[in-house]
């Protein structure tokens, strides 16, 4: 394709960066720093986003998800196609499920598993589907112990301990694997990969290909990139963790940018607690000066106000109303909803 479509053609007001002139970098954490968790809430707190080294995720696992990502993507649409998202399904292959609240089309496709990924794998390839699975459900077990790591790391930095938090150490929890693809695109400046969003995880743990094109929101400074670093994972803040902390550590808006000539993947791996278990703002993080901000909700709930309020689910949980409304960089090519 030489040129864009208007119906992926988004109308962005990306003004370049305001306030300091020195460029402020998302930060990134070695696992094995002494002070690893002071850093954790310093970076929760004003970022909402950072990126980690030594997290143990062995790189060939890490390189066999790539290419078994890279594999199903480059598979025939119509091939692609048997395995479809369900309309009110939350596996398989599709378009991403934000669309719906945008008027724009977004350069990207993706494929959603939760739970087992056997039965669309069986549709991709139905004689040699045994390899992906494999490969899916290593990295989903590598990345279920490093989620477990890094939220007892947060909760220690919120000063309380896994003990505190009965769900934290309950193996039931919850996630979802989200792979991406972002083809190379004519006219990157004026296309959306995947647009500005917040993750309704409790964190997510992103893998990028040497590719840039993810960028976190910061106040005050605008959409700043987040660098492919070949040894380092990506971690954001979802707004169940922001819901827990009572609002110290915020969920980052982030979206991804495409590349005129690099075929972009990503691997989104989205942590949340056990599905029935209520979360609500720690009791040690409220008193009378502090009032809980948000009222308890399950995951499974939370997902359902995303699914229906998208950016504004986490408002749409909140018990005081807040200072200011939630509008993003976004808004004009949004479609309006209640
Ligand atoms: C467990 C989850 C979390 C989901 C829904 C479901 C499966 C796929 C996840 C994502 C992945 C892409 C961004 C997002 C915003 C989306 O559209 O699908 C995420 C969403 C959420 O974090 O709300
Ligand atoms: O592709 C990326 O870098 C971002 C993906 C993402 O935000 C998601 O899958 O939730
Ligand atoms: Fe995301």
Redesign the pocket.
């Known amino acids: 394709m030489e040129e864009l479509p208007e119906s992926h053609a988004w109308l962005l007001d990306d003004s370049p960066s305001f306030g300091s002139s020195v460029p402020d970098l998302v930060p990134v954490i070695n696992l094995d720093d002494p002070n690893v968790m002071t850093l954790f809430g310093h970076a929760c707190k004003t970022w909402g986003v950072f990126q980690i080294t030594n997290h143990g995720v062995p790189t060939k696992l890490l390189q066999e998800m790539e290419d078994a990502s890279r594999k199903l993507f480059a598979l025939p649409i119509q091939q692609k196609l048997q395995a479809a998202r369900a309309p009110n399904g939350?596996s398989g292959y599709g378009v991403?499920?934000?669309s719906s609240f945008f008027l724009k089309l977004m350069w990207s496709e993706?494929f959603?598993v939760?739970g087992s990924p056997y039965e669309h794998a069986r549709k991709l390839w139905p004689n040699c589907y045994t390899k992906f699975c494999d490969v899916i459900e290593e990295y989903k077990k590598e990345m279920n112990k490093l989620a477990q790591r890094l939220m007892s790391l947060i909760l220690g930095s919120l000063g309380v301990t896994m003990d505190d938090v009965k769900w934290a150490c309950l193996q039931g929890s919850?996630s979802?694997l989200?792979l991406n693809s972002y083809p190379a695109c004519p006219d990157p400046d004026r296309a959306m990969g995947?647009a500005a969003?917040t993750?309704?995880?409790l964190l997510t743990i992103l893998h990028q290909n040497n590719t840039s094109g993810l960028q976190a929101y910061k106040e005050g400074i605008g959409w700043v990139t987040v660098p492919p670093i070949r040894s380092a994972l990506v971690v954001n803040v979802?707004d169940l963790l922001h819901i827990l902390s009572n609002g110290l550590y915020t969920s980052v808006l982030h979206r991804a940018k495409v590349n005129r000539t690099q075929h972009r993947l990503s691997v989104?791996y989205?942590y949340?607690p056990p599905s029935n278990i209520q979360i609500s703002p720690l009791s040690k993080l409220t008193d009378k000066g502090h009032p809980p901000l948000y009222r308890p909700v399950t995951w499974s709930e939370y997902?359902g106000a995303?699914a229906k309020h998208f950016n504004k689910a986490l408002s749409s949980v909140r018990l005081c109303a807040p200072l200011n409304g939630f509008a993003d960089a976004n808004d004009h090519n949004r479609v309006q909803v209640g």
């Open positions: 939350v991403a499920r934000i993706g959603t939760v919850s979802a989200q995947l969003h993750d309704s995880t979802g989104a989205l949340g997902l995303k």
